[in-house]
């Protein structure tokens, strides 16, 4: 498709550059990423950025980085905010909210659909296997994130020590993810002012050149990019109303207590605080919905990420189960399938109504920011940290796939679980060494490892093992 470039007049009578690329035909695109968005985030942003700059050339890969760039600076999962950052720039707000609508609404369909099977079905011992060997796999696929993000992070002493005492603040001391990423962002930030190398841009796609000039959407700011403050406030009291609303009357009419109203304001502080990406968000909420909130078991949490990893979507879906979970443990008056779909669709839209506000409201400022090196030089010290907190969450994974008991140390300043090492599940441990075997060694796709993964566990079952 050749890039044509002409002046249209919309109807705000404000000019901008027409890319050629029809409302219908983003829509399209849109939808086939969403259906294909499996494989948590690092999947599903290299699955746009296939589709999107190399076989449809709508975005530069320049201006492709720095909207994730900025995407990893913000709260909540980046993969869906970049979907809603590009169709922003391509369509408006219009575009925006179709593409990271799409992105979201296979995944809410899915997750509804296997948290009613798991809520009716869970404690039948075929759906208990199945669960079983999906969490093995899930722990692998957990440590894989970890050696990926590692590896394109970590690429210096610097950062290797980042995300160390990263890891030993969250998981040893219990310090807050938010000063964690805060941290860091500070100490990158300000690296890159005093010129220290070890915080420059971290380039993506081996090295590859990262100006291409001919994609259609091209380099210039269309103008509804240009930001200002008249519309910095209309985009905040919109998306402000359509997130604060729902959580201040759940507030008002049902109090505090009540399990609505927690799942209101835990996400809502979630969409907020939790900095870094899909695995980081989880480490967090991992934490408080079991240990805080006890609205789930440690393997239930597990079973949740199995049906996120399993289904297209962002990971950070598996939320809806959480809510789900939740409100089906505390229906109230009301029926607990009835509770646990509304407690679902609940946690859902505050998780996601905030991620369109960071985009709306902060794009337009940071398309204006491409090539800043002190903004790449905080996002490089965080990804860095971010690794550490993801190792957090595989440990974490780890302790409750693996062993069945474990014993919390809290002394000295110290608070963490070690393990009851006579407590060891042999069978789960030979299947997530069997899963990691698949990944690392013979690079089997992440689904046949997950069907696998279930089926083992299956046959484990029939066999009397588990």
């Not at 259906?35 to 950025?49: D, N, R, T, V």
């Not at 609505?260 to 870094?276: D, N, W, Y």
């Not at 042999?426 to 690392?440: D, G, M, P």
Request: net charge positive; with cysteine; glycine share 10%.
């Amino acid at each position: 498709m050749d890039a044509t470039v002409h002046k249209t007049i919309d109807a705000g009578a404000s000019r901008h550059l027409d890319h050629g690329i029809s409302f219908g035909e983003a829509f399209r695109v849109w939808l086939r990423v969403a259906l294909l968005s499996f494989g948590g985030p690092a999947g599903q942003i290299a699955a746009m950025h296939r589709i999107l700059v190399e076989e449809k050339n709508w975005i530069s890969e320049s201006r492709f980085l720095h909207a994730l760039n900025y995407c990893m600076l913000l709260p909540g999962p980046e993969a869906q905010q970049l979907a809603t950052y590009i169709g922003w720039l391509l369509h408006r707000t219009a575009g925006g909210i179709v593409a990271g609508g799409l992105f979201i609404v296979p995944g809410v369909v899915a997750i509804m659909a296997l948290s009613y099977i798991y809520a009716a079905y869970g404690n039948v011992g075929f759906i208990e296997a199945l669960f079983f060997g999906l969490k093995a796999a899930v722990l692998a696929i957990v440590v894989q994130a970890v050696v990926r993000v590692g590896k394109r992070a970590l690429r210096n002493r610097v950062m290797i020590a980042l995300a160390a005492i990263a890891f030993v603040a969250i998981f040893f001391f219990n310090v807050p993810f938010p000063i964690i990423i805060i941290a860091a962002g500070l100490i990158g930030y300000v690296g890159a002012k005093v010129g220290r190398p070890e915080f420059a841009a971290i380039e993506h796609g081996g090295g590859k050149k990262a100006a291409a000039v001919d994609s259609l959407l091209g380099e210039e700011l269309p103008d509804h990019v240009r930001p200002s403050a008249a519309r910095a406030l209309r985009i905040s009291s919109v998306w402000l109303l359509l997130w604060v609303v729902p959580v201040a009357a759940l507030l008002i009419g049902l109090g505090q207590a009540n399990v609505f109203s927690q799942i209101a304001l835990f996400f809502s502080r979630m969409a907020m605080v939790t900095f870094g990406g899909a695995y980081a968000v989880l480490a967090y909420v991992a934490q408080q919905a079991v240990e805080h909130y006890h609205w789930l078991e440690p393997r239930e949490m597990l079973d949740g990420l199995g049906m996120a990893e399993t289904t297209p979507g962002p990971l950070i879906m598996v939320l809806q189960f959480v809510g789900f979970m939740a409100a089906y443990r505390d229906p109230g008056t009301l029926s607990p399938m009835l509770a646990a779909t509304l407690g679902g669709l609940l946690a859902t839209w505050v998780t996601f109504v905030p991620c369109f506000l960071w985009i709306f409201l902060g794009a337009p400022y940071i398309e204006t920011l491409r090539g800043n090196k002190a903004l790449a030089g905080a996002l490089s010290a965080i990804t860095a940290a971010v690794v550490g907190v993801i190792l957090n969450l595989s440990i974490w994974f780890g302790l409750h796939t693996l062993f069945r008991l474990t014993t919390p140390v809290r002394s000295f300043g110290l608070s963490f679980d070690m393990p009851v090492w006579g407590s060891l599940d042999l069978a789960a441990f030979v299947l997530a060494a069997a899963a990691a075997t698949a990944i690392f060694r013979l690079n089997v796709g992440m689904l046949w490892v997950l069907a696998g993964s279930c089926a083992a566990g299956v046959a484990l079952r029939l066999a009397g093992v588990t």
